[in-house]
């Protein structure tokens, strides 16, 4: 039987190799997406006219809300450096804009209101995504997404195969 000091210096290795192994998933994992940054301004002319026609398909977005009214969502300007916006679930449509709540994404596509609802104008969204189903087989707006991989492509970017098969999800129009 070993003594009590070898069977805590077994464990002690194994706990290091276990850490060592997550350490390395977790770089591995963070150089993957770091390969797919895209750097752009958000006063880009690609980024820019994404927002323009992601506001002029606005009557598009509100007839597949009601469609598939779980999946649906808009992004709030400005458009961050960073790529972000604010996403938000639409309470009421306006003759001017949307009564929103911020939205809180849950893993299965769909997303929970967070916080109170406040009023939108329609030159502050900057986008929408309406999902079919919690595969997101297919995937209708997200114009400011599809600019960034142009703007990727534009400047001489590659885009990984597991991103390039997600834009093929959505829709052409």
């Known amino acids: 039987m070993p003594s009590t000091g070898v069977i805590l210096t077994i464990l002690a290795i194994l706990a290091a190799l276990f850490l060592v192994r997550e350490h390395f998933v977790l770089w591995q994992s963070a150089r993957k997406r770091s390969r797919f940054w895209v750097n752009f301004l958000p006063d880009d002319p690609i980024l820019v006219a994404a927002a323009e026609k992601a506001r002029a398909t606005l009557p598009a977005f509100d007839a597949l809300r009601e469609q598939y009214p779980r999946?649906?969502?808009?992004?709030?300007?400005?458009?961050?450096?960073?790529?972000?916006?604010?996403?938000?679930?639409?309470?009421?449509?306006?003759?001017?804009?949307?009564?929103?709540?911020?939205?809180?994404?849950?893993?299965d596509g769909t997303a929970v209101e967070k916080g109170e609802p406040f009023t939108v104008r329609t030159e502050d969204i900057v986008d929408w995504i309406v999902y079919e189903n919690e595969q997101k087989e297919r995937i209708h707006g997200g114009y400011t997404l599809r600019a960034v991989v142009e703007i990727a492509e534009r400047n001489g970017q590659v885009i990984p195969p597991f991103a390039r098969r997600q834009f093929e999800k959505f829709v052409k129009d």
């Open 71 to 107: 999946y649906a969502s808009l992004a709030l300007g400005p458009i961050r450096e960073d790529g972000d916006t604010t996403p938000a679930l639409v309470r009421e449509k306006l003759a001017d804009g949307y009564i929103v709540c911020h939205a809180q994404n849950k893993k």
